[in-house]
């Protein structure tokens, strides 16, 4: 019965106005036939036919009944009222076009963001059956955190692998690691006959066997990694190329299989091309340009030893959850085994330990995640910034919203007249509210498309963004394509929006008064004064908010200018960090270090050299100072205050290489920096801070240098103020420590190189080479300037731009809707004007009076603004209580009157601006003519 | 001129229902089938005529009765109502459970 039913309906539907025909005569010919009847009955025709009318009852019931009957009346009447909508919106283009651009925008923003965020944080990396791979991550004692909870070694991958019960198969891969490769010079060369261009930087990572296989990666060109191949340590010099490195380096060579790399000293054989979809397994989100098997680690990574060292944490551990267990399962399992292989190998085994990864890193728990491409997504902090960046564009969102409110408020009012006919006319209250919703709905989805083309583009833009400082490859922003959910997503908000802020105004526009709607043509004066509270109320949200964007903007702006001029006061620019070279055996270890460093000392073109464990401006160490203080009570006790502090081993010639003065006393000798003396020496603001200006030399402090360990050090002198920490200031507080030879592990070499920098950098790698023929680190030698201070520069930067354009658009938006409000307004009370006039207002009295009402919302929203900037300019100085971080003003003052009562000046100019332009207007109109204005 | 008779207001299944059975004998259109429930009844039934097309239409479309266009007595053309197979079944499991509804009625109210 269903389709027949079905298809009565769709006829219904296709022929309705046949239908509707064929009605109007079958019911006329019924009145005809009770005419007739009539007229038997002696009456004239005319009475006759009133008459038969009459005792028909109304025929628009019947007629509405009878086309009810047909079952497509929800769904005509919804045809009706979508035609209806779009008439009356082309109606007013301007009010329309706002709407839609107003809506599209601020959920194209969102959904931006989200787009971005699911993508990097939310999605699973996409390989074959993403829902169920998931990634191993341990937890330490010391509660130490990041990319080294994702370590484990190849010993523990291969007992998870033989004795788990929860995984279907289990993947490991390194991180990714610059190596040194050359290419061959001359493409066309068979391998025999190549010759191998010099060696140049290349992204690697090292895998296991079933990488490729277990992900259901197949390649372009060649094969992958096969079963039989990553046995035997060294046995298989196998590369497979990533999409991008094969069309850069190689040209796309369509004969690129079979050809020889060189990593290192090893010449590797390329066997294929992954296909351009593949990204790699993130954790960090890096498309490397090869991947080679991790049973070829020692050619790879001269020197070092991950295949047989057990708490050696190297490698990322992939894996897939075998079919019906859940993540709680493998974390429990997996835990276990951790448990049992701690036990089995004892800390004490690692000699490779150095002295920061004491026992005390012993690991308390392994849990599993989901694998996306960032790890530590889990962190509370990583999701706070993204709650936060949501919250930032999501309050843009609130601005567009409430011009969108505002507007079809205004709207909405306007119609009364139309509305009360309608209702006059016999329309249900029902009818009339589904229709209103129907045109807010449209509008809604109209704004929905406009968001989702923005957001498809918006991504694209947003993640180019977070690329500038974050440093990624490319090769992802093709994969941030807006998927189903954030379509979903954007979808609800449109509707969402369009019911919410169409609801009240249908809802109060479907009640009104209709003799007094109809007599007073839409103008009830009375009714208004709730309504434009609700007005007010959102035009002062609006400026509140666009007033602090604005603000925020400012400040950031002006400390974006400072930061051009800053001057870290050591030498940037010819000074390179150098990584020193690495060998598991911790005797032999040191002897190469310490031969490298004389080596490269004895360089012509090395200007100094110097050694420390934190280089300056990439990595700071944070920590607290006690010290004592002179005054002694009346016991002859002295009393001590604690200081947050930075902190940094330095060798004796440290000073010197970056060029700080020392301002008291001396600097430590190479003997003292040999032995790691208990001495110190302190910057001039520590010295400030701590003793008042007096000389610190000679007294005593106590530096926490573990975690419940703390060593006292005799201060020798004091060195001048630099910016080590981070480049907007002045680090608030430091204390150097002398370096000791028995930690040389820890310690990177800082090189001040005269000249030519460029043959100077040639000539350490070429010390480096020499020094020990099979140690090679990767070599990126990039001076403090270009590097760390580059760096953040650019995050400043990239934070300023975003803020100037979050700005940009909130101020838009609220002028956008100042000025639809005030029009409104105007509009609204054009006879009320007439009558002042008439009675004998000016111009000006007129103008006044509307600005005065149209200005006091802004002016109370643009106060709240202040204060909220107020608040969140302090929130940015309290940050600065940690003397690491990072002053995103670059020492701008915190309340700087004239960024914050300029900005908010001109934002109450420009709202001032847009109100009078419709209140001018208005007084221009000829008093009879408004007072006669329907 | 029709006498003033006391109308009773029938309910939407028992319109139906007459409906139904008067069209058991031959095809009608909507006027006739007013007109003849008014006659056999002997006035005492008059349908209102508003609620007599819905009640077509909705029989229509449920498949108990069907239509065609006729020559009508007025030389114009008319729609045609008759029963269709489903309709005559309808039909009588109507009339029964409407005999059975009212022999019940009649039993209580004649009960002593």
Redesign the interface.
């Known amino acids: 019965m269903y389709w027949r039913d079905a298809l009565l309906r769709v006829q219904a539907l296709l022929l309705h106005r046949q239908m509707d025909r064929e009605l109007k005569e079958e019911l006329q010919f019924h009145l005809d036939m009770q005419a007739r009847k009539n007229e038997a009955g002696n009456r004239d025709p005319a009475e006759a036919r009133r008459q038969a009318r009459l005792q028909f009852g109304s025929i628009e019931r019947a007629t509405e009944e009878c086309r009810e009957s047909r079952g497509i009346s929800a769904l005509q009447n919804l045809l009706q009222d979508l035609r209806y909508a779009v008439r009356i919106l082309k109606k007013s283009p301007v009010f329309t076009a706002f709407a839609v651009l107003t809506l599209g925008f601020g959920i194209g923003l969102n959904t931006s963001l989200f787009s971005v965020v699911a993508a990097v944080a939310l999605k699973p990396i996409p390989v074959r059956d993403s829902g169920r791979i998931v990634r191993l991550e341990r937890w330490f004692v010391s509660g130490a955190r990041g990319d080294i909870q994702y370590g484990f070694s190849h010993a523990e991958f291969q007992f998870f692998s033989e004795h788990n019960k929860v995984f279907s198969s289990l993947i490991e891969t390194s991180f990714p690691r610059q190596v040194a490769a050359s290419l061959p010079l001359d493409q066309a060369a068979l391998e025999s006959k190549a010759v191998m261009g010099p060696p140049e930087q290349a992204t690697a990572q090292m895998v296991s066997a079933n990488y490729f296989s277990e992900l259901g990666v197949a390649p372009v060109l060649g094969r992958v990694f096969r079963q039989d191949e990553g046995q035997v340590p060294g046995a298989d010099p196998v590369v497979v190329l990533s999409y991008p490195y094969w069309q850069t380096r190689f040209g796309g060579d369509p004969s690129i299989v079979g050809k020889i790399v060189k990593i290192g000293d090893t010449a590797f054989s390329v066997i294929g091309v992954a296909p351009r979809r593949f990204v790699g397994t993130g954790n960090p989100p890096v498309l490397v340009d090869l991947w080679t098997l991790l049973t070829m680690q020692p050619q790879v990574v001269p020197g070092e030893d991950w295949l047989n060292q057990p708490l050696d944490y190297r490698i990322q551990i992939l894996g897939y959850l075998a079919l019906g267990v859940s993540m709680k399962q493998a974390q429990a399992d997996v835990s276990v085994l951790e448990e049992r292989f701690a036990h089995d190998h004892p800390a004490s085994d690692g000699a490779a330990l150095s002295r920061r990864e004491a026992a005390t890193q012993k690991t308390t728990a392994v849990t599993v995640q989901a694998a996306t491409f960032f790890g530590n997504t889990e962190d509370i902090r990583f999701k706070a910034i993204v709650v936060l960046l949501m919250a930032i564009v999501g309050l843009v969102l609130v601005v567009a919203c409430a011009n969108l409110a505002n507007m079809l408020l205004a709207k909405a009012s306007g119609r009364q007249s139309e509305i009360a006919v309608r209702l006059a006319l016999g329309a249900s209250r029902e009818r009339l509210m589904r229709q209103l919703l129907t045109e807010n709905l449209v509008l809604a989805v109209f704004g929905g498309a406009i968001a989702i083309l923005f957001s498809l583009w918006g991504s694209r833009l947003l993640w180019l963004a977070v690329e500038q400082f974050a440093g990624m490859h490319s090769a992802f922003v093709k994969q941030i394509k807006p998927d189903a959910r954030v379509f979903v997503y954007t979808l609800l908000m449109s509707v969402g929006t369009g019911l919410l802020f169409g609801l009240s105004p249908a809802l109060r526009s479907s009640r009104p008064d209709l003799t007094n709607a109809l007599k007073d043509s839409g103008t009830p004066f009375g009714q208004r004064l709730d309504r434009s509270k609700l007005r007010g109320l959102l035009v002062g949200g609006q400026i509140a908010i666009s007033t602090l964007f604005l603000i925020v903007a400012g400040l950031l702006t002006h400390g974006l200018i400072r930061s051009t001029t800053v001057d870290p006061g050591f030498e940037v620019r010819r000074l390179f960090p150098v990584a020193l070279p690495y060998n598991n055996d911790p005797v032999q270890n040191r002897s190469v270090r310490q031969q490298a460093l004389d080596h490269i000392g004895l360089l012509p073109e090395v200007e100094n050299l110097t050694f420390t464990d934190f280089v300056p401006l990439q990595s700071t160490w944070t920590t607290q100072v006690t010290i004592q203080n002179d005054k002694n009570d009346a016991a002859g006790n002295g009393s001590s205050e604690t200081l947050g502090t930075c902190a940094r081993h330095v060798s004796s010639t440290y000073f010197r290489t970056l060029g700080i003065p020392i301002i008291r006393g001396r600097s430590f000798t190479p003997d003292e920096s040999r032995q790691g003396a208990s001495i110190a020496i302190v910057s001039t603001a520590l010295a400030r801070e701590a003793w008042n200006g007096n000389d610190p030399v000679g007294k005593k402090i106590k530096l926490q240098t573990g975690r419940n360990e703390w060593s006292m050090f005799e201060v020798v002198g004091v060195a001048g103020d630099v910016r080590s920490a981070n480049i907007s200031r002045l680090d608030p507080a430091f204390v150097y420590v002398p370096t000791s030879s028995a930690h040389l592990n820890d310690y990177f070499g800082l090189v001040r190189i005269s000249g030519d920098t460029r043959r100077g950098i040639a000539a350490i790698r070429v010390t480096m080479e020499q020094s020990d023929g099979r140690l090679r680190p990767g070599f990126s030698l990039v001076s403090l300037e270009d590097g760390a201070v580059q760096s953040q520069i650019v995050m400043a930067k990239t934070f300023t731009l975003s803020a100037m354009f979050l700005a940009g658009v909130a101020l838009l938006l609220a002028s956008i809707g100042v000025y639809g409000v005030m029009a409104f307004l105007v509009s609204q009370r054009e006879k009320e004007v007439g009558i002042h006039m008439a009675l004998g207002a000016t111009r000006n009295d007129v103008l006044t009076l509307m600005l005065r009402q149209g200005m006091r919302p802004v002016v109370i929203g643009a106060a709240c603004g202040l204060i909220c900037a107020l608040g969140v300019s302090g929130l940015l100085r309290a940050i600065l209580v940690f003397p690491g971080s990072m002053d995103v003003l670059y020492g701008a003052k915190w309340f700087d009157p004239v960024t914050f009562l300029g900005l908010a000046t001109l934002l109450t100019a420009i709202a001032l601006f847009a109100c009078y332009v419709p209140a001018r207007r208005a007084t221009y109109v000829e008093p009879m003519i408004a007072l006669r204005h329907e | 001129?029709t006498a003033e008779q006391s109308r009773l207001d029938l309910l939407q299944g028992t319109l139906d229902l007459l409906i139904l059975r008067a069209l058991r004998a031959d095809a009608m259109?909507?006027?006739a089938i007013?007109e003849r429930i008014q006659q056999i009844s002997q006035d005492v039934l008059q349908v209102?005529?508003?609620?007599l097309?819905?009640a077509l239409?909705?029989l229509e479309?449920r498949?108990w009765i069907k239509a065609q266009w006729g020559i009508?007595e007025?030389g114009?053309?008319?729609?045609f109502y008759s029963l269709t197979a489903a309709g005559r079944r309808q039909l009588e499991i109507e009339s029964e459970n409407w005999n059975k509804l009212t022999d019940a009625i009649g039993r209580v109210l004649r009960m002593a």
């Open positions: 001129m259109h909507g006027w007013s209102n005529q508003g609620s097309y819905p239409h909705r479309h498949g009508s007025l114009r053309r008319a729609r």
